[in-house]
T-cell receptor, first 113, second 111 residues
Framework: DAGVTQSPTHLIKTRGQQVTLRCSPK?????VSWYQQALGQGPQFIFQYYEEEERQRGNFPDRFSGHQFPNYSSELNVNALLLGDSALYLC????????????FGPGTRLTVT | GQSLEQPSEVTAVEGAIVQINCTYQ??????LSWYQQHDGGAPTFLSYNGLDGLEETGRFSSFLSRSDSYGYLLLQELQMKDSASYFC????????????FGTGTKLQVIP
């Protein structure tokens, strides 16, 4: 039973560039949430996708956007990268838009230079 | 917005019991989850409280008191491998649920 997978593992980008991160949920899950985690901090909720629509959004600018595909996998896009976007980006999957029990992927470490 | 408070660091001896507290904002509160995260790893789900009281899962227990806007994670028979960061995460209602994570408690287990 495959858990949550994310790609790539690490990424280095330059300010102003755009990045796309990918996530495949745990088998049987249909909901994907994205989080940003800075060093020494808790994960910050970016948004949640369920039934291919953004259902909830945290306090992140429109530069952060996403998509969910019919197979429940998801992408996180960040435009016009800033140095402050450097962080670990975590994807979590769950069932039926639930947030009480989420399964996290290993994350993508994004460094913006 | 909603915020959660946890102690930043806790140190405990191997074999002992440790309690990690979490207070949250009440408005729209739905339930409290706990996650463990080792350095360099992903958060791992430990426990969820939707109702007041104690939930037990092996060496880990979690407690919720809605009247006090407070919960805790109890770790018994501490092992060295329990050294990690522990996060409480509160879910809030309002159509589709939102979740807010605390800043985490770094637990160090010493021999």
């Amino acid at each position: 039973d495959a858990g949550v997978t994310q790609s790539p593992t690490h990424l280095i980008k330059t300010r102003g560039q755009q990045v796309t991160l990918r996530c495949s949920p745990k088998s049987g899950h249909d909901t994907v949430s994205w989080y940003q985690q800075a060093l020494g901090q808790g994960p910050q909720f970016i948004f949640q996708y369920y039934e291919e629509e953004e259902r909830q959004r945290g306090n992140f600018p429109d530069r952060f956007s996403g998509h969910q595909f019919p197979n429940y996998s998801s992408e996180l896009n960040v435009n016009a990268l800033l140095l402050g976007d450097s962080a670990l980006y975590l994807c979590a999957s769950s069932f039926s838009a639930g947030v009480s029990e989420q399964y996290f992927g290993p994350g993508t470490r994004l460094t913006v230079t | 917005g909603q915020s959660l408070e946890q102690p930043s660091e806790v140190t405990a001896v191997e074999g002992a019991i440790v309690q990690i507290n979490c207070t949250y904002q009440t408005s729209g509160f739905y339930g409290l989850s706990w996650y463990q995260q080792h350095d360099g790893g992903a958060p791992t789900f430990l426990s969820y409280n939707g109702l007041d009281g104690l939930e037990e899962t092996g060496r880990f227990s979690s407690f919720l008191s809605r009247s006090d806007s407070y919960g805790y994670l109890l770790l018994q028979e501490l092992q060295m491998k329990d050294s990690a960061s522990y996060f409480c995460a509160a879910s809030y209602s309002g159509g589709y649920q939102k979740v807010t994570f605390g800043t985490g408690t770094k637990l160090q287990v010493i021999p």
